[in-house]
């Protein structure tokens, strides 16, 4: 029974490990999407986003100047993204979620390894049991053969006089 109540326990902890994961990742996508619109923002207050922005404006008269602007702005929000992406990549988040993702990987291993011992154990008992009770049955059989054995042969003899 202790070796259950260890499995269950083992079980257990590799449930609230990857619990902890989970949670842990859902803050990453946060931080994410914050540092995005931390981003976004940051571009749309730069230069090149105004004067994309005022010169879309006049993009009815002049077309190709616009389209200038445009290339402009998309370069800048590139740079931008990059820079975010690489604070975000050594962030606590990431940092805390790699390490619960690993915790977790190893109780689930820990849980699963437990499990297969237990069920070796309990398997290797119950054909010890079972050859047991053949042997005993076994046993018992030859023995009442035996005696049948031996009774007929009393009976043959006492007929025979």
Excluded: F, P, W
């Amino acid at each position: 029974m202790a070796s259950t109540r260890k499995t269950k326990k083992q079980v257990k902890e590799a449930r609230k490990q990857i619990g902890k994961a989970a949670d842990s990742l859902g803050k990453v996508g946060r931080k994410a999407v914050q540092t995005a619109t931390k981003t976004a923002r940051e571009v749309a207050k730069t230069r090149d986003a105004k004067t994309a922005k005022k010169q879309a404006k006049a993009a009815s008269k002049a077309v190709g100047v616009a389209v200038d602007a445009g290339v402009e702005l998309v370069k800048t929000a590139a740079g931008a993204a990059r820079k975010s992406a690489k604070g975000l990549a050594g962030s606590k988040e990431v940092k805390r979620a790699s390490k619960n993702v690993s915790k977790a990987a190893g109780a689930s291993r820990a849980a699963a390894k437990a499990t297969t011992k237990t069920a070796r154990k309990q398997s290797a008992a119950a054909v010890k049991q079972a050859r047991a009770r053949s042997a005993a049955a076994a046993k018992k059989s030859s023995a009442a053969a035996k005696k049948a054995q031996s009774k007929a042969k009393s009976t043959a003899k006492k007929v025979s006089r």
